[in-house]
C-alpha cells in the first residue's frame, strides 16, 4: 500500500531478506506496519511484495523522519541491520525523532553488552530498548519465527500481542515469551546458536560414519534420517538433512553434497558461546569440539597435504577393511543413539550456561520456558525440546539434564551403542570430535571421584598452591621433593 491514512501499529527498519519477511508477517497478521531502509529500493521492493502477498497493511517510507511520525504512539521500532556500528548509527538516525516512552527493538545477532549499553544509551532520551534473539532464518522470519525478547518488560508489554501472533505456534503457546532484563535475549540466542553447532557437528559426524564404515549410499542415508525423523530425533536439522541427501547434482552427474566443498564459514556466534563458557569456568566440550572442526575445516590445502605426507609415512585409511564385515543394520542403530545420547550432552552444556550466566546477572531466567520457544521456529527445534522442557517443569534446580530420572534411564540405556560408535570410529581413523567430547563429558560428570587429586598435588609442587584433603578440614601444603627425596634415600637404604 501507498500512503497511510492512519498511524502504523508498529515500525520496522533494515529491509534485507529478513527484515522484509519479518515486516510482511506482521502485516499478514493484521497489525499495519511502516518499513524504511537507507537504501530506498528496498522500500520499494517491500511495498511490491506486500502487494503481490495479498496487498498487506505494509507501508513504506523513506526518511527516518516521515518513518517514525507515521507510527502511533508509544512508538515500536523494530531493528534489523548488521550486528555492530550500523545498529548505533540507526538507532542516531531513528532516535531524534522518537519520544520518551517510545521503544526499539534490536532483531540482529547483538553481542549482549553492546544491548546493554544502548539499553543505557537510549534511556537518558527517555527510549525503552529490546535486544530480541530470532530464529528460524528467512523462512522463520516469513511463517514464524521463534522470538526471544529481553530488556525492557514494559517495552515487551506494549508489542506482546504482536509477537504472539507472528511468532510460531506450538501446542502450547506462541515460541515467544519475555526472556529477562538486560542483554539476555541477545545471550540467549548466542547460546541457541552454539548449541546449534553442536547439533550440526553431531549429525555430520553420523554421516561421516555411516558413509564410510557402514558403506551407505546417499539413496540409503536420505532413507536413514527420514526415518529417523520419525522418531525421538523428530527435528528440523534431520528433516534438512534427508532432503539434502535426495538433491542430484544440476551442473554435473551424482549428488550436489558429493560437490561442496568442505570448510565450514561461520558468523561468530559459536566462538562468542565457548568464550562465555570459559569466562563462567562452565564446561561446554560439545560446542567447543564444533568449532574446533569448523577452524580445522578452513584448513583445506594443509589438510591435504598432511594427507599425502601422512600416507608417503606409510599411513592406511582403514575404513575399507573395517566396512567389509559391518552388520549394516546395527550400525545405523547405534549411530542414532550415539547421535541422540551426544545431543543431550551438547543440550546440557548450554543449559548449564545459561544457568551460570543467569546467575551472575541476576537475570532468572526460566529454562524450562526457553525449551518450550526452541519447540517451533527456531533451527534448533525438535521433538525432544518438549521433554527438557518437563525436565525442568519437574525440578527447576535441575543441576543438569543428564540427572534428571527420564534423561539418566535415556543415557544409560544407550551408552552401549554410544561406546561401540566411538570405538568403532576411533578404528576407523575417523574423527568424532563432537561425539567423543560429549561421552567424555558424560563420562567425567558421572564420576564421583576424578584424577584431579593428582593435578592438585603437582600444583602443590612446583607452585605451592595448597590442596584440600577428603579426610580433614582446611587447605594443606607439603614439601613434596623434600619428602620423595627422604623416602628414596630410605628405599636407597633398604636395597
Same mark, same amino acid.
Given at each position: 500500500?501507498?500512503?497511510?491514512?492512519?498511524?502504523?501499529?508498529?515500525?520496522?527498519?533494515?529491509?534485507?531478506?529478513?527484515?522484509?519477511? =519479518?515486516? =510482511?508477517?506482521?502485516?499478514?497478521?493484521?497489525?499495519?506496519?511502516?518499513?524504511?531502509?537507507?537504501?530506498?529500493?528496498?522500500?520499494?521492493?517491500?511495498?511490491?511484495?506486500?502487494?503481490?502477498?495479498?496487498?498487506?497493511?505494509?507501508?513504506?517510507?523513506?526518511?527516518?523522519?516521515?518513518?517514525?511520525?507515521?507510527?502511533?504512539?508509544?512508538?515500536?521500532?523494530?531493528?534489523?541491520?548488521?550486528?555492530?556500528?550500523?545498529?548505533?548509527?540507526?538507532?542516531?538516525?531513528?532516535?531524534?525523532?522518537?519520544?520518551?516512552?517510545?521503544?526499539?527493538?534490536?532483531?540482529?545477532?547483538?553481542?549482549?553488552?553492546?544491548?546493554?549499553?544502548?539499553?543505557?544509551?537510549?534511556?537518558?532520551?527517555?527510549?525503552?530498548?529490546?535486544?530480541?534473539?530470532?530464529?528460524?532464518?528467512?523462512?522463520?522470519?516469513?511463517?514464524?519465527?521463534?522470538?526471544?525478547?529481553?530488556?525492557?518488560?514494559?517495552?515487551?508489554?506494549?508489542?506482546?500481542?504482536?509477537?504472539?501472533?507472528?511468532?510460531?505456534?506450538?501446542?502450547?503457546?506462541?515460541?515467544?515469551?519475555?526472556?529477562?532484563?538486560?542483554?539476555?535475549?541477545?545471550?540467549?540466542?548466542?547460546?541457541?546458536?552454539?548449541?546449534?553447532?553442536?547439533?550440526?557437528?553431531?549429525?555430520?559426524?553420523?554421516?561421516?560414519?555411516?558413509?564410510?564404515?557402514?558403506?551407505?549410499?546417499?539413496?540409503?542415508?536420505?532413507?536413514?534420517?527420514?526415518?529417523?525423523?520419525?522418531?525421538?530425533?523428530?527435528?528440523?536439522?534431520?528433516?534438512?538433512?534427508?532432503?539434502?541427501?535426495?538433491?542430484?547434482?544440476?551442473?554435473?552427474?551424482?549428488? =550436489?553434497?558429493?560437490?561442496?566443498?568442505?570448510?565450514?564459514?561461520?558468523?561468530?556466534?559459536?566462538?562468542?558461546?565457548?568464550?562465555?563458557?570459559?569466562?563462567?569456568?562452565?564446561?561446554?566440550?560439545?560446542?567447543?569440539?564444533?568449532?574446533?572442526?569448523?577452524?580445522?575445516?578452513?584448513?583445506?590445502?594443509?589438510?591435504?597435504?598432511?594427507?599425502?605426507?601422512?600416507?608417503?609415512?606409510?599411513?592406511?585409511?582403514?575404513?575399507?577393511?573395517?566396512?567389509?564385515?559391518?552388520?549394516?543394520?546395527?550400525?545405523?542403530?547405534?549411530?542414532?543413539?550415539? =547421535?541422540?545420547?551426544?545431543?543431550?550432552?551438547?543440550?546440557?552444556?548450554?543449559?548449564?550456561?545459561?544457568?551460570?550466566?543467569?546467575?551472575?546477572?541476576?537475570?532468572?531466567?526460566?529454562?524450562?520456558?526457553?525449551?518450550?520457544?526452541?519447540?517451533?521456529?527456531?533451527?534448533?527445534?525438535?521433538?525432544?525440546?518438549?521433554?527438557?522442557?518437563?525436565?525442568?517443569?519437574?525440578?527447576?534446580?535441575?543441576?543438569?539434564?543428564?540427572?534428571?530420572?527420564?534423561?539418566?534411564?535415556?543415557?544409560?540405556?544407550?551408552?552401549?551403542?554410544?561406546?561401540?560408535?566411538?570405538?568403532?570410529?576411533?578404528?576407523?581413523?575417523?574423527?568424532?570430535?563432537?561425539?567423543?567430547?560429549?561421552?567424555?563429558?558424560?563420562?567425567?560428570?558421572?564420576?564421583?571421584?576424578?584424577?584431579?587429586?593428582?593435578?592438585?598435588?603437582?600444583?602443590?609442587?612446583?607452585?605451592?598452591?595448597?590442596?584440600?584433603?577428603?579426610?580433614?578440614?582446611?587447605?594443606?601444603?607439603?614439601?613434596?621433593?623434600?619428602?620423595?627425596?627422604?623416602?628414596?634415600?630410605?628405599?636407597?637404604?633398604?636395597?
Amino acid at each position: 500500500m501507498e500512503a497511510s491514512p492512519a498511524l502504523s501499529r508498529i515500525g520496522l527498519a533494515g529491509l534485507a531478506v529478513m527484515g522484509q519477511n =519479518l515486516a =510482511l508477517n506482521v502485516a499478514e497478521k493484521g497489525f499495519p506496519i511502516s518499513v524504511y531502509n537507507r537504501t530506498t529500493s528496498k522500500v520499494d521492493e517491500t511495498v511490491l511484495r506486500s502487494q503481490d502477498e495479498g496487498q498487506l497493511p505494509l507501508f513504506g517510507h523513506y526518511s527516518p523522519r516521515d518513518f517514525v511520525l507515521s507510527i502511533q504512539r508509544p512508538r515500536s521500532v523494530v531493528i534489523l541491520v548488521k550486528a555492530g556500528s550500523p545498529v548505533d548509527q540507526t538507532i542516531a538516525a531513528l532516535s531524534d525523532h522518537m519520544e520518551p516512552g517510545d521503544c526499539i527493538i534490536d532483531g540482529g545477532n547483538e553481542w549482549y553488552e553492546n544491548t546493554e549499553r544502548r539499553i543505557q544509551e537510549v534511556s537518558n532520551k527517555g527510549l525503552l530498548y529490546l535486544g530480541m534473539g530470532v530464529s528460524g532464518g528467512e523462512e522463520g522470519a516469513r511463517n514464524g519465527p521463534s522470538l526471544m525478547p529481553g530488556g525492557s518488560h514494559q517495552a515487551y508489554s506494549n508489542i506482546k500481542d504482536i509477537l504472539e501472533n507472528v511468532a510460531a505456534q506450538v501446542e502450547d503457546g506462541p515460541c515467544v515469551t519475555y526472556i529477562g532484563e538486560g542483554g539476555s535475549g541477545n545471550f540467549v540466542k548466542m547460546v541457541h546458536n552454539g548449541i546449534e553447532y553442536g547439533d550440526m557437528q553431531l549429525i555430520s559426524e553420523a554421516y561421516d560414519v555411516l558413509k564410510h564404515v557402514g558403506g551407505l549410499s546417499n539413496d540409503e542415508l536420505a532413507e536413514i534420517f527420514a526415518e529417523w525423523n520419525r522418531g525421538e530425533l523428530e527435528s528440523f536439522l534431520i528433516e534438512i538433512t534427508s532432503d539434502i541427501f535426495r538433491v542430484k547434482d544440476e551442473l554435473g552427474d551424482g549428488y =550436489l553434497v558429493d560437490k561442496i566443498l568442505d570448510k565450514t564459514g561461520m558468523k561468530g556466534t559459536g566462538k562468542w558461546t565457548v568464550q562465555q563458557a570459559a569466562e563462567l569456568s562452565v564446561a561446554a566440550p560439545t560446542i567447543a569440539a564444533s568449532l574446533d572442526c569448523r577452524y580445522l575445516s578452513g584448513l583445506k590445502e594443509e589438510r591435504e597435504n598432511a594427507a599425502g605426507v601422512l600416507r608417503e609415512a606409510g599411513l592406511k585409511e582403514e575404513f575399507g577393511s573395517l566396512a567389509k564385515g559391518i552388520d549394516k543394520k546395527r550400525l545405523i542403530d547405534d549411530v542414532r543413539q550415539a =547421535l541422540y545420547a551426544s545431543k543431550i550432552c551438547s543440550y546440557a552444556q548450554g543449559m548449564n550456561l545459561l544457568r551460570a550466566k543467569s546467575v551472575e546477572k541476576g537475570w532468572n531466567l526460566n529454562f524450562g520456558e526457553l525449551a518450550r520457544i526452541w519447540k517451533g521456529g527456531c533451527i534448533i527445534r525438535a521433538v525432544f525440546l518438549d521433554r527438557i522442557k518437563k525436565a525442568y517443569q519437574r525440578n527447576p534446580n535441575l543441576a543438569s539434564l543428564v540427572v534428571d530420572p527420564e534423561f539418566a534411564k535415556e543415557m544409560v540405556q544407550r551408552q552401549a551403542a554410544w561406546r561401540r560408535v566411538v570405538g568403532l570410529a576411533i578404528s576407523a581413523g575417523i574423527s568424532t570430535p563432537g561425539m567423543c567430547a560429549s561421552l567424555a563429558y558424560f563420562d567425567t560428570y558421572r564420576r564421583a571421584r576424578l584424577p584431579a587429586n593428582l593435578v592438585q598435588a603437582q600444583r602443590d609442587l612446583f607452585g605451592a598452591h595448597t590442596y584440600e584433603r577428603i579426610d580433614r578440614p582446611g587447605s594443606f601444603h607439603t614439601e613434596w621433593t623434600k619428602l620423595a627425596r627422604k623416602s628414596n634415600a630410605g628405599v636407597g637404604a633398604l636395597n
